[in-house]
């Protein structure tokens, strides 16, 4: 397993980590229970574990590797971009909380959302960014 690790790769694992974020706060936030939520959590812990441990060993080849600075300038202008994305997003979810939301729950439903959705945003750019200019 003398496989390179990309600067792709690892922007697109920040997915999982998203989809985590996202199922742990369903778990921590809902309201009702159902006989299969504890499979389901128990699925969720585990996988987080292995996942996690997989990308401990990647992070470390990666570290061990030659960076493509160009890639790297390329993923600092996304990450740019979507910040002022997620300032937009943030103050709408603000102003919708307020004058809308009954609860929290709702208004961090739309926060993980958002950070899913952000994500997701970024790996589409950097691929397409990374298509342009290779």
Do not use: P
């Amino acid at each position: 397993m003398k496989e390179k690790v990309s600067l792709k790769g690892l922007v697109g694992t920040k997915i999982v980590y998203a989809g985590l974020l996202v199922c742990y706060y369903w778990m921590w936030a809902r309201r009702d229970w159902k006989s299969y939520y504890d499979l389901i959590q128990n699925m969720i812990a585990i996988f987080t574990v292995l996942f996690l441990a997989l990308q401990a060993v990647r992070i470390y080849k990666y570290g061990k590797e030659k960076k493509d600075g160009l890639a790297m300038q390329r993923l600092h202008k996304i990450d740019a971009i979507v910040l002022k994305i997620m300032v937009i997003a943030v103050t709408a979810i603000a102003f919708a909380s307020a004058a809308v939301f009954a609860d929290g729950r709702t208004a961090g439903y739309g926060l993980v959302g958002t950070i899913f959705v952000l994500t997701v945003i970024r790996f589409i750019l950097f691929c397409v960014m990374d298509k342009k200019e290779s």
